[in-house]
């Protein structure tokens, strides 16, 4: 299944699509096949680095190393569950870089697990939850569950799905949550740091255990 179709509930072909940020020259972060299709779809130049070869990858590049971009090359850098899988001890670098390739006032826009939610979310899990929705008759958690075991511990941890080479690279070496990306991106040089509504980018009930947010290079 496609990563859009994962994260949306919906099929690539919808028309609704991600909202255009109106920026010229958009580099995605970790993204390939349809999911890079469906980015460019909504922006009007897109550049994709990832670091496996895929349907849609302009750029192979190891992301937690120098990215191969010129300064202020990008008017926006956008990302959808990847920072999470970018090492805790990496991840300060890698917005240092992203800084860098980005115009100043250019966005920085990311969504990923939300820690802060599934961290609250511990004592509310229980096998009766389907599609984000819990049983109300339920008799262990009386329909107060907001999450099934199976999906918090791949909310937290990733996959960790083996893809064939030696990476593993579905599991999450990050958490992340806003105070956490608020700090980390102020010392990183951004600014304006804000939630922008998780909704636009991911399916209901879903959204909620998500975190998106966007940031202004300084
Ligand atoms: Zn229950």
Same mark, same amino acid.
């Given at each position: 299944m496609s990563l859009w179709k994962?994260?949306?509930g919906r099929k690539p072909q919808d028309p609704q699509r991600y909202q255009d940020s109106g920026a010229a020259r958009t580099l995605l972060?970790?993204?390939?096949?349809?999911?890079?299709?469906?980015v460019r779809a909504s922006r009007k130049f897109v550049v994709v680095a990832d670091i496996r070869r895929g349907p849609g990858v302009t750029i192979l590049a190891n992301l937690e190393l120098p990215l191969p971009f010129r300064d202020a090359a990008f008017d926006e850098i956008f990302s959808l569950e990847f920072?999470?899988?970018?090492p805790h001890p990496d991840l300060p670098r890698l917005l240092r870089e992203c800084r860098r390739v980005l115009r100043k006032g250019g966005a920085w826009i990311s969504g990923c697990p939300d820690m802060e939610v599934l961290a609250s979310w511990f004592s509310?899990?229980?096998?009766?939850? $389907? =599609?984000?929705?819990?049983?109300?008759?339920?008799?262990?958690?009386?329909?107060?569950a907001r999450i099934s075991p199976s999906r918090w511990l791949k909310s937290v941890f990733g996959n960790q799905e083996d893809y064939g080479d030696s990476r593993r690279a579905d599991t999450h070496k990050n958490g992340l949550w806003f105070a956490r990306l608020n700090q980390l991106l102020e010392e990183a040089g951004f600014g304006g740091v804000k939630r922008i509504d998780a909704e636009a980018y991911y399916a209901r009930g879903k959204a909620e255990s998500k975190i998106v947010v $966007? =940031?202004?290079a300084r």
């Open positions: 994962k994260l949306t972060l970790g993204g390939a096949g349809e999911d890079a299709e469906i920072i999470e899988h970018v509310l899990q229980c096998d009766c939850v $389907e =599609a984000w929705q819990a049983d109300p008759k339920c008799k262990s958690c009386g329909g107060k $966007e =940031a202004a």
